[in-house]
């Protein structure tokens, strides 16, 4: 194949020819790109970003001191160092009531992010297919895509809570479906699964050759329930990929960890590729993150007793306003209805962060089944909120009027 072109003379290359197909077939994230453009503006509020506005908790800032000052830092264990991984293993067995061998069965990875990664290119060969619940994080779909999968959406109902039902998923299991996500506590909807909620599908699942990843990044930030995995429930915990981290908890974003937990002829494959790839973890990281499992419930609660009032307070603003909004259990999202003001998810998100200088995300970032929607973090201050919903009402009667006139 020709890669060159002449320029005035010169042996120019073509990259369009030399880029993967795979990687310029996917999308941009669109939570990124409504975040980007509002950072070239003036007094915008930003709501779009699922980043904690707490700070670290200081032991563990502390604990990376400690490490800085008295340590030489190394590169640490592929796998992660030993007292983390046991840590870990002792939070899953006190939440969950389930055991993991910290030796055998945990990898400690660059974010959770690395963990979903890990776990979909560990699994997925050329054309199986992904069951991907939606409304979801933006990251599933991509990664199916280029580990070679399909991506298959299953979307979830505001009739149902936006939860997932057996009814919602069983007519798309095919003979190559190889993996399904679930992504509970739920970003952007909050929604959340129950015990209750979880059987059926695992009676379902127990009966296919189906894997399941469980994206539990929100675990530790519910409101008014306590949250259930579904390694919890009989022979799920064999066919699951458990993954979790400390970025949301934790405000910890900037620290990129996370972890998996997964029988152990799973883990001992997709730990090479966490070896050649990635190699370890950060050992800072690492060492701070014991700190934040030992010593730090008491600081996410505060955390989580304030994003309940945030959470609280906009739910009733939205549903004033005539968005009707979800009542979220989980996560620190709403997702208001915009159907009522005609426009697209992305029409009314681009001209409200032009026109009312507030910055959302259109819920068509979060899969097709998004649109008529749109995302808002209340990961911000209280005063930041009240003042994006003043201006979200403006913005409002501005379209109320445009279609007075029309």
């Known amino acids: 194949m020709k890669l060159l072109t002449k320029e005035a003379g010169v042996n120019v290359i073509d990259y369009d020819k030399i880029l993967s197909q795979k990687v310029k077939d996917i999308k941009p994230s669109g939570i990124r790109k409504f975040f980007d453009i509002a950072g070239t503006m003036d007094d915008v509020i930003s709501l779009g970003v699922g980043e904690p506005d707490f700070n670290t908790p200081w032991v563990i800032r502390k604990a990376a001191i400690q490490v800085l000052e008295r340590k030489h830092i190394i590169y640490g264990p592929n796998k992660g160092v030993v007292p983390l991984r046991k840590a870990v293993c002792e939070r899953i067995s006190k939440k969950h009531d389930v055991s993991y061998d910290s030796e055998k069965e945990i990898i400690i990875t660059v974010g959770g992010s690395e963990a979903i990664d890990l776990a979909i290119r560990g699994l997925v060969n050329n054309g199986d297919e992904v069951l991907v619940v939606e409304p979801c994080f933006v990251c599933y779909a991509p990664l199916v895509e280029l580990a070679g999968g399909v991506a298959v959406p299953v979307p979830t109902r505001i009739e149902n809570n936006f939860k997932l039902t057996v009814e919602d998923f069983r007519d798309k299991v095919t003979e190559r479906t190889k993996l399904i996500i679930l992504p509970f506590p739920n970003n952007p909807t909050g929604a959340v699964m129950t015990k209750e909620d979880l059987e059926p599908i695992a009676e379902f699942l127990r009966e296919t050759n189906i894997m399941v990843l469980t994206d539990e990044i929100y675990s530790e930030l519910t409101y008014g329930r306590k949250h259930f995995s579904i390694i919890e429930l009989d022979g799920m915990r064999e066919r699951t990929i458990y993954v979790n981290g400390f970025s949301k908890a934790y405000a910890m974003t900037g620290w990129r960890l996370g972890y998996l937990a997964a029988p152990e002829p799973i883990v001992s494959q997709i730990a090479k590729?966490?070896?050649?790839?990635?190699?370890?973890?950060?050992?800072?990281?690492?060492?701070?993150?014991?700190?934040?499992?030992?010593?730090?419930?008491?600081?996410?609660?505060?955390?989580?007793?304030?994003?309940?009032?945030?959470?609280?307070?906009?739910?009733?603003?939205?549903?004033?306003?005539?968005?009707?909004?979800?009542?979220?259990?989980?996560?620190?999202?709403?997702?208001?209805?915009?159907?009522?003001?005609?426009?697209?998810?992305?029409?009314?998100?681009?001209?409200?962060?032009?026109?009312?200088?507030?910055?959302?995300?259109?819920?068509?970032?979060?899969?097709?089944?998004?649109?008529?929607?749109?995302?808002?973090?209340?990961?911000?201050?209280?005063?930041?909120?009240?003042?994006?919903?003043?201006?979200?009402?403006?913005?409002?009667?501005?379209?109320?009027?445009?279609?007075?006139?029309?």
């Open 273 to 406: 590729i966490h070896q050649y790839g990635i190699m370890c973890s950060p050992y800072i990281s690492q060492n701070a993150a014991v700190e934040a499992l030992n010593s730090c419930d008491a600081e996410v609660n505060k955390m989580v007793d304030e994003y309940n009032v945030r959470r609280r307070y906009l739910v009733s603003e939205f549903n004033r306003l005539g968005l009707t909004c979800f009542n979220p259990e989980g996560a620190f999202y709403v997702f208001p209805c915009i159907k009522s003001t005609g426009l697209t998810s992305d029409e009314f998100c681009e001209r409200l962060l032009y026109e009312g200088k507030v910055a959302a995300v259109p819920g068509t970032a979060f899969g097709d089944s998004g649109e008529g929607y749109m995302r808002i973090s209340y990961a911000y201050s209280l005063k930041h909120l009240m003042e994006a919903i003043r201006r979200i009402e403006i913005f409002l009667k501005k379209l109320e009027a445009e279609k007075n006139e029309g």
